[in-house]
């Protein structure tokens, strides 16, 4: 099932100069890249998003770290795309994350963990409407696209 969700590459990432090493898995891995923003999240924008974790310990934190810098927030579609984010992500926390996954190759810990993936197609499309106006949705054809989908 072709799918889109929305990743954001955190403040540490960008700090890093990750962004291309990123990037470039999920271009490797054959996603679609549909929409890109560069930007620092005001507080309220960064509050919605991580509206779920309200009321937690760590959501303080958590909105300080993601306002702290520029980040970069795209939209990928692809096969699974939602659930196959994720695997690359790797687990929250960077001790859990097997080698080969984002978060297990690059970070070290859950409060640097560099990317946010949507964790589910209801999720995405919250996430995505927060952050993307339709226009900013760029539907285009792939040449290569046949050499990754029968
Ligand atoms: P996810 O990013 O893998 O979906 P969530 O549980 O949704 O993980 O948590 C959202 C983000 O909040 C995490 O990626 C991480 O940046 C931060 N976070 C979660 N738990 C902790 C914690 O215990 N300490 C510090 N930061 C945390
Ligand atoms: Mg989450």
């Given at each position: 099932m072709i799918e889109r969700t929305f990743v954001l590459l955190k403040p540490d990432a960008v700090q890093r100069g990750l962004m291309g090493e990123i990037v470039g898995r999920l271009e490797s891995k054959g996603l679609k890249p549909v929409a890109m923003k560069f930007m620092r999240l005001p507080k309220e924008l960064a509050e919605r998003h991580y509206a779920?974790?309200?009321?937690?310990?760590?959501f303080p934190g958590l909105i300080e770290y993601i306002i702290s810098g520029p980040v970069l927030c795209m939209v990928w579609e692809g096969e699974n795309a939602v659930a196959s984010v994720r695997t690359m992500m790797g687990k929250t926390n960077p001790q859990d994350a097997l080698p080969g996954t984002i978060r297990g190759d690059l970070c070290q810990q859950t409060g640097r963990n560099a990317i946010h993936g949507s964790d589910s197609v209801d999720s995405a499309r919250r996430e995505i409407s927060n952050f993307f106006n339709d226009y900013e949705i760029t539907e285009w054809k792939r040449s290569i696209d046949p050499w990754f989908f029968e």
């Open positions: 779920e974790h309200k009321g937690k310990s760590f």
